[in-house]
């Protein structure tokens, strides 16, 4: 395994756009010390603010306060990044392939248009959670982000594909412009969730205030739920199911006109 450990926390943002597997895995320890990160407006290399153990690996750990360091991971493609601590902006942007793990919290954008792969926040994440960026036409279109705890506003925004899981509650416009794929709201969300949408499923376990242009179509047990179920399983969400209850099932969101659908579970 590389270890990279954060020697002092950087006064302004560090893109370190290096620290992917696919980057690092060829080379030595000497070579991959003198990479160039940005500190802000000025080139440094990577050994100015992390201590490097180890060579070029499929596995990546870093480790302490990596708050201000962004876009670990981007365009991963293989192997395993695993941060223990918290994480700065961009992580595991158009990643296509890999795993990534955040014992800590992320901040925003976290899996920004990616295509593949795993991402797991064991804390909190920030706003933008596997959107479009800004003047792009879709955002996720594959992969699996999991959070365990909370997120901010517009998760998922004009995502196309894959899956978003998030254990606690989320903010504003979940779901916001979507174009396909599936987002569970274990706990919930705020205002506007599924505002926009076009395409796609949002499942909420918890009550959502809906906005009016969306209408109830039927109570039901969805079987494709259960696929959903057993894959989440594995990770530690629970998602319900069968027997347990039924979903009742909103379509929208009409102002679009869109197809999409907010399934909010209704325990039996």
Not at 73 to 99: D, I, K, P, W
Not at 102 to 111: C, F, K, P
Not at 151 to 175: C, S
Not at 241 to 254: K, M, N, P, Q, T
């Amino acid at each position: 395994m590389l270890t990279l450990t954060l020697k002092d926390a950087p006064t302004v943002p560090l893109e370190a756009e290096c620290l992917t597997p696919d980057a690092l895995a060829p080379l030595s320890n000497d070579t991959i010390r003198a990479l160039p990160v940005m500190h802000g407006k000025r080139q440094v290399r990577l050994d100015d603010f992390f201590t490097v153990e180890g060579d070029g690996s499929d596995e990546i750990e870093l480790r302490g306060d990596l708050t201000k360091v962004k876009w670990i991971g981007r365009q991963m493609t293989r192997g395993r990044v695993r941060v223990v601590g918290n994480v700065g902006m961009h992580l595991g942007a158009y990643m296509s392939g890999g795993e990534i793990e955040v014992t800590g919290n992320a901040t925003d954008w976290v899996g920004g248009e990616m295509t593949g792969g795993l991402i797991r926040v064991r804390g909190n994440a920030g706003q933008q959670l596997g959107c479009a960026y800004r003047g792009s036409f879709s955002g996720m279109s594959g992969g699996t982000i999991l959070v365990d705890g909370s997120a901010g506003i517009e998760v998922g925004m004009r995502m196309k594909r894959g899956l978003i899981a998030i254990r606690g509650p989320v903010r504003d416009f979940a779901g916001l412009q979507m174009k396909g794929g599936t987002i569970v709201l274990m706990s919930g969300g705020e205002l506007r969730t599924g505002a926009w949408m076009q395409r796609g499923t949002i499942i909420s376990l918890k009550p959502v205030k809906l906005m009016p242009t969306f209408n109830e179509a039927c109570v039901y047990r969805p079987a494709f739920v259960s696929l959903y179920a057993k894959h989440l399983a594995q990770f530690g969400f629970d998602l319900p199911h069968g027997a347990a209850g039924v979903y009742r099932r909103h379509l929208g969101d009409s102002s679009v006109p869109g197809k999409g659908e907010i399934l909010v579970w209704e325990p039996a």
